[in-house]
């Protein structure tokens, strides 16, 4: 079943805190795993991504952990911001077929960077 | 232009009318996708093109809508005798690569409809 469970849907973190954010999934044939960034109004912008044969990227205070046997990857935001305030969305893609692929999105995570 | 486009933003229709949603992707991008986002949702896959093919349309709730990219650039998402349950943003992405390709998806900013 195409299905990515994202948890928490809501968190609170102190500026210069650490936010994470878990997700997992249950379709091995998922092959990428993004991460999306959502302002008010605005549409996801990619923020950080990893391929399954990689267990952590980092970027900048953004890093990925991705575990695959347990089959679960995780966002971590180091020194939390209020600028980082915003809805989160793992995401993780898969050939459909045909020469196509879609992108399956968690249900997301609103996060509140309180100063 | 510099990032995807999307028109009208709001869109308020009665039930009953149709409704069309334009998207402009990135110039010489391959790969053009439509979701639905219902509120506090993640985006769910609608369709793919690939250049002017569809090639995916599983994700299209009903015979209602209907998508086409007749010259593999703009897109029109159509609905026809709306729904309330049609009240959603709908986003558009476009991507410059097709397939396998890991290139990111570039969202617009949607359109909001609204089924009243």
């Known amino acids: 079943q195409q299905q990515v469970k994202q948890s928490p849907q809501s968190l609170i973190v102190q500026k210069g805190g650490i936010s994470i954010i878990n997700c997992a999934y249950e379709n091995t044939a998922f092959d990428y795993f993004p991460w999306y960034q959502q302002f008010p109004g605005k549409g996801p912008a990619l923020l950080i991504a990893i391929r399954p044969d990689v267990s952590e990227k980092k970027e900048g205070r953004f890093t990925i952990s991705f575990n695959k046997s347990a089959k679960q990857f995780s966002l971590h935001i180091m020194d939390s911001q209020p600028g980082d305030s915003a809805t989160y969305f793992c995401?993780?893609?898969?050939?459909?077929?045909?020469?196509?692929?879609?992108?399956?999105f968690g249900k997301g995570t609103k996060l509140s960077v309180i100063p | 232009g510099a990032g995807v486009s999307q028109s009208p933003r709001y869109k308020v229709a009665k039930r009953g009318q149709d409704v069309a949603l334009r998207c402009d992707p990135i110039?010489?991008?391959?790969?053009l996708f439509w979701y639905q986002q219902a509120l506090g949702q993640g985006p769910e896959f609608l369709t793919y093109f690939q250049n002017e093919a569809q090639l995916d349309k599983s994700g299209l709730p009903s015979d209602r809508f209907f998508a086409e990219r007749p010259e593999g650039s703009v897109s029109t998402l159509k609905i026809q005798r709306t729904q309330q349950e049609d009240s959603a943003v709908y986003l558009c992405?476009?991507?410059?690569?097709?397939?396998?390709?890991?290139?990111?998806?570039?969202f617009g900013n949607g359109t909001r409809l609204t089924v009243t």
């Open positions: 995401a993780a893609k898969n050939y459909s077929g045909a020469g196509s692929y879609q992108l399956t």
């Open positions: 110039s010489g991008h391959v790969s």
């Open positions: 992405a476009s991507s410059l690569e097709q397939g396998w390709g890991l290139a990111p998806l570039h």
